[in-house]
């Protein structure tokens, strides 16, 4: 007779089942209460805010803008192998399993309460997916227990398939109403202003032409992307407001068309990720239209020992910036255009801060909601308890674009080309060199203004056998990128970009 006792196997494969169940149901609730409170991103929000700067730094480096994704996929399978422990558990007391799926329920609840401007909804996702994870172990292993053969795999199997495939669609309905939901339609009725201030034009020599080498002007859809945002914020610009508050003379409080009804600048303007590391892509330029942050700041009159301007998110993250340099006349802005269209919903629809000279952590606030002035004294913002410095102006930086490190291209004549960048400095050379030999000056792409990257080229005759390329810049201050090698963290990465290539 056989032993009428579930296999863990079987316990394992149900508390699978279940799980799903938990963060499918739990999807479909958070299409109500805010994207944010669905399990996975409150917790992968948790651990973003959480995570010690080396893993941080490691995860940049090593994922790039696909950070985020690597995060989600990592929560989900530590959660699966959690979720397949304790229906192990669960085959030996139903109890000790319905209990897991509890510490799940109360982990997500505290995840999505506690983070900025969580409603009282963002408690259900959580509670009612454990509810449901919790019946469907139940159901799962009880039908086990009183099965006339508790061994009947291929029973089992179809029965615990059709709960994962049942929880994937219910996940999966959910995750595309919350993507209709979005704001897009939202903005693409947006009308952007002719500006008052239009940008140059871009000079006839900016661009290198040379394959592999960048362009002058980075696509929307190319630019990189790196914040703290698992959810990306849907903002509807009906409803949002800018309040400028805080250690002002005169608080204001402004509309998306009152900001649009405001006189606009058009301006090239590169910005750039401290995360960067030297010879990284974490560096674009884009044509921006908006409003001058000096015109704004002035209005509302910052009072004596206001040296830093808080920019906060409507997720609740801050960025600080000196007062000072938003105000010292370059063209800080307050932006909703992006390369002639509304600001994409990824990069800070409907408005975001763009200010030439700082690293983005400083400075580039997406989904905006507020201003405040403050001191650098009285107040952190978000990456600065994690180690990072208060204040980072972008340093000078050179990368080699083409050709790629360990490639392999022909002998002869090959240029070597690249970008070089100093915002708000600008640069004024950009020099190579071949296996540790004498400085060769590159020959510099024309630039609308300081404020932008610079294209540069070289041709070199290149010789057989392995070689070593290096770069460095000068910028306009006369000032030339150090050699010296470090990190990120805490204000920007140094060193000169250096590739290999086998010439054939």
């Given at each position: ?8 196997w079987?316990?394992?494969l149900?508390g699978?089942?279940s799980a799903?169940v938990a963060l499918?149901?739990?999807?479909v609730v958070?299409v ?7 399990p996975l991103?409150?917790?992968g929000g948790?651990?973003?805010d959480s995570?010690?700067?080396p893993?941080k730094?490691?995860a ?6 696909h950070?985020?994704?690597a995060?989600l996929?990592?929560t989900?399978?530590?959660l699966?192998?959690?979720?397949a422990?304790?229906?192990a ?5 139903l109890?000790?399993?319905?209990a897991?799926?509890?510490v799940f329920?109360?982990?997500g609840i505290?995840?999505a309460v506690?983070?900025?401007?969580s ?8 509670l ?7 019946g469907a172990m ?8 009183i099965s006339?053969?508790p ?9 615990s398939g059709g709960?994962?495939?049942?929880a994937?669609v219910?996940g999966?309905i959910g995750?595309?109403i919350a ?7 939202a903005?693409a009725?947006?009308t ?8 140059p034009a871009?000079p006839?020599?900016?661009?290198v032409d040379t ?5 002058f002007v980075?696509s ?7 914040d ?9 610009p ?8 805080g250690?002002v003379r005169?608080?204001m409080?402004l509309t998306f068309?009152d900001?649009?009804?405001?006189p606009a600048?058009?301006r090239y303007v590169t910005?750039t ?9 974490l ?5 921006w ?8 700041l ?7 020992g206001?040296d830093?301007v808080?920019g ?5 993250f801050?960025?600080g910036s000196?007062?000072a340099?938003?105000?010292?006349g370059r063209?800080a ?8 269209k509304?600001l994409p ?6 408005v975001r801060?763009?200010v030439p000279?700082l690293y983005?952590y400083v400075?580039a606030?997406k ?10 004294a ?5 990456w600065v308890p994690r180690?990072?410095?208060?204040q980072?102006?972008i ?9 790629r490190?360990g490639?392999a291209p022909?002998?002869g004549?090959l240029t070597v080309?690249g970008v070089?960048?100093?915002?708000h400095r600008?640069i ?11 400085w060769?000056q ?6 609308p203004?300081v404020d ?7 041709t070199w005759?290149a010789?057989?056998?392995?070689h070593r ?7 306009n201050?006369g000032a030339?990128q150090?050699?010296?090698s470090?990190?990120p963290?805490?204000?920007g990465?140094?060193?000169?970009h ?6 054939n």
């Open positions: 007779m056989k032993d009428a006792r579930v296999p863990r079987f316990g394992s149900a699978l089942a799903a499918g149901v739990a999807e958070a109500f209460a805010g994207a944010r409170s669905a991103v409150a917790v948790v651990v973003v995570v010690p700067k893993v730094n490691f940049v480096a090593t994922f790039g803008t950070d985020k994704a995060l996929i990592g989900t399978v530590l699966a192998l959690f979720a422990l304790i229906g558990l669960a085959v030996g007391d109890r000790l399993g319905l897991g799926i509890g329920g109360i982990i505290a995840a506690t983070r900025p401007n409603g009282p909804g963002y408690v259900f996702p959580s009612l997916g454990a509810v449901a994870g919790g139940i159901l799962l292993l009880r039908q086990r227990e006339p053969d061994y009947d795999r291929r029973r089992f199997l179809m029965e709960v994962l495939a049942g994937a219910v999966f995750r595309q993507n209709r939901q979005n704001v897009s339609k903005r009725a947006v952007l202003p002719t500006p008052a201030s239009p940008a871009v006839a020599g900016a661009n394959p592999g080498a960048s362009s980075t929307n859809d190319d630019f990189y992307r790196i703290t945002a698992l959810s990306v914020p849907q903002v509807d009906a409803t949002w407001t800018l309040r400028i508050h250690r005169k608080p409080t068309a900001l649009l009804a405001r600048i058009e910005l990720c401290v995360s960067n590391e030297v010879g990284g892509d560096v674009g330029n884009a044509l239209l908006g409003v001058p942050l000096k015109d704004l002035e209005e509302a009159g910052p009072m004596d206001a830093q808080v906060r998110a409507v997720d609740g801050t960025v000196p007062t340099v938003l105000m010292d063209d802005m307050l932006a909703f255009g992006m390369n002639g509304p919903i990824e990069h800070g629809f409907p801060v763009v000279g983005g400075s606030t989904w905006l909601s507020e201003l405040e002035l403050t001191s650098f009285d107040y952190s913002a978000y180690g990072w410095s208060q980072a102006p340093k000078t930086e050179s990368r080699i674009d083409t050709p490190d490639s022909r002998r004549q080309a070089a960048w100093a915002q600008g004024s050379r950009v020099e190579v060199r071949i296996d540790n030999g004498a060769q590159a020959t510099l792409g024309e630039v203004s932008t990257w610079r294209m540069w080229s070289w005759d010789t057989p056998g392995d390329i290096q770069v460095r810049a000068t910028d201050a030339t150090t050699q010296d470090a990190p963290d805490p204000d990465a140094t060193g000169w250096t590739i290999s290539v086998s010439v």
